[in-house]
């Protein structure tokens, strides 16, 4: 009987590379989980990043930074802008969320606005105290176990302190107080403003503010509110003076309509006015509920931004850190 004869390949066109297309099962286990553009490359092809790589491999360099960055200090960041409803405290929560998520906790966020704000009331649980009754009792917590019955604990791992009830308006000095308490118990501490940068309160948080981030919408009274606080800070000069010349701007979307003339503006007046860190957040349904604000149920094209947004920071606070030393 004669043997069975196998069909012989045909010939390679010529300038094709000799590679053999038949898969392993390794190979397709590869196909499967990386597509034929990680098969391509594991034959030795040079293949140009897809898109959706690029920004996978940028969020990652961005959350390493997050997590991997050390200061010899506590750190601040202070959210500001005197315009109301431009997104100070849901964006103190998002970062902060931030912060706690990538690096595990370490993170709070406070309440440094002369009124009481809504801070508390965005932040997920209801704590019976918060600055107030910390500022109160300051003297007498002496380690993390009592400070935290003072906090909103997230499920983000940060915490949060902020209005319970009615309270007196803060003063500077209260602001040295609680900041120099934190300090003890917190790497980052993220600073939520209220509406009146000539404020006791405002002018001692920038006195522990390593870097200022100004919210602002495409809207003309937001972008008003932002161009006062920088001239206020050019006017006191100094620190407040250097903070506003490294200000990090970000270019919030609450839903409501936009005008495209009106966000050419904005763009142009911000780059006039020499701002050269600009982040956009989109708009995101969670936020735009208007209650509690849990970083797990943000969109992910929001914490994708507030990642990024968070990385400059991070940028911002190794170069401060570094000229000091």
Same mark, same amino acid.
């Given at each position: 009987?004669?043997?069975?004869?196998?069909?012989?390949?045909?010939?390679?066109?010529?300038?094709?590379?000799?590679?053999?297309?038949?898969?392993?099962?390794?190979?397709?286990?590869?196909?499967?989980?990386?597509?034929?553009?990680?098969?391509?490359?594991?034959?030795?092809?040079?293949?140009?990043?897809?898109?959706?790589?690029?920004?996978?491999?940028?969020?990652?360099?961005?959350?390493?930074?997050?997590?991997?960055?050390?200061?010899?200090?506590?750190?601040?960041?202070?959210?500001?802008?005197?315009?109301?409803?431009?997104?100070?405290?849901?964006?103190?929560?998002?970062?902060?969320?931030?912060?706690?998520?990538?690096?595990?906790?370490?993170?709070?966020?406070?309440?440094?606005?002369?009124?009481?704000?809504?801070?508390?009331?965005?932040?997920?649980?209801?704590?019976?105290?918060?600055?107030?009754?910390?500022?109160?009792?300051?003297?007498?917590?002496?380690?993390?176990?009592?400070?935290? $019955?003072?906090?909103?604990?997230? #499920?983000?791992? @940060?915490?949060?302190?902020? +209005?319970? %009830?009615?309270? !007196?308006? /803060?003063?500077?000095?209260?602001?040295?107080?609680?900041?120099?308490?934190?300090?003890?118990?917190?790497?980052?501490?993220?600073?939520?403003?209220?509406?009146?940068?000539?404020?006791?309160?405002?002018?001692?948080?920038?006195?522990?503010?390593?870097?200022?981030?100004?919210?602002?919408?495409?809207?003309?009274?937001?972008?008003?509110?932002?161009?006062?606080?920088?001239?206020?800070?050019?006017?006191?000069?100094?620190?407040?003076?250097?903070?506003?010349?490294?200000?990090?701007?970000?270019?919030?979307?609450?839903?409501?309509?936009?005008?495209?003339?009106?966000?050419?503006?904005?763009?142009?007046?911000?780059?006039?006015?020499?701002?050269?860190?600009?982040?956009?957040?989109?708009?995101?349904?969670?936020?735009?509920?208007?209650?509690?604000?849990?970083? $797990?149920?943000?969109?992910?094209? #929001?914490?994708? @931004?507030?990642?990024?947004? +968070?990385? %400059?920071?991070? !940028?911002? /606070?190794?170069?401060?850190?570094?000229?000091?030393?």
């Amino acid at each position: 009987m004669d043997a069975p004869t196998t069909a012989a390949e045909p010939p390679k066109p010529a300038g094709v590379p000799n590679v053999d297309l038949r898969m392993t099962r390794r190979e397709a286990a590869e196909t499967s989980r990386h597509g034929w553009r990680g098969v391509l490359r594991n034959m030795g092809l040079t293949i140009k990043p897809s898109a959706a790589e690029t920004r996978a491999a940028e969020l990652g360099r961005a959350r390493s930074l997050i997590r991997l960055s050390q200061w010899q200090r506590s750190v601040g960041i202070l959210v500001a802008n005197p315009k109301g409803g431009v997104g100070k405290t849901p964006l103190s929560l998002a970062i902060g969320g931030c912060f706690a998520t990538i690096r595990g906790g370490g993170a709070v966020v406070v309440e440094v606005a002369d009124d009481p704000g809504a801070l508390s009331v965005r932040a997920e649980g209801r704590a019976p105290v918060g600055v107030a009754e910390l500022l109160r009792d300051i003297e007498e917590i002496r380690g993390a176990g009592h400070l935290a $019955g003072y906090v909103s604990q997230q #499920t983000s791992y @940060a915490a949060v302190i902020g +209005t319970v %009830g009615d309270r !007196d308006a /803060l003063t500077g000095d209260d602001v040295h107080r609680l900041t120099r308490k934190l300090d003890e118990f917190y790497p980052v501490r993220v600073m939520d403003t209220g509406n009146q940068p000539s404020s006791s309160a405002f002018h001692g948080a920038l006195e522990h503010t390593d870097v200022l981030v100004i919210p602002v919408l495409d809207a003309l009274d937001a972008l008003q509110g932002a161009m006062q606080l920088l001239r206020h800070l050019h006017q006191l000069g100094g620190h407040a003076q250097h903070l506003a010349q490294t200000a990090i701007v970000v270019r919030t979307h609450d839903g409501r309509p936009e005008d495209a003339e009106v966000s050419r503006v904005v763009g142009e007046l911000l780059e006039q006015s020499g701002i050269q860190a600009i982040h956009h957040v989109p708009v995101d349904r969670h936020i735009a509920e208007r209650a509690a604000l849990t970083y $797990g149920q943000l969109a992910p094209a #929001t914490t994708d @931004a507030i990642t990024r947004l +968070t990385a %400059g920071i991070v !940028d911002q /606070l190794n170069t401060e850190l570094r000229k000091a030393q």
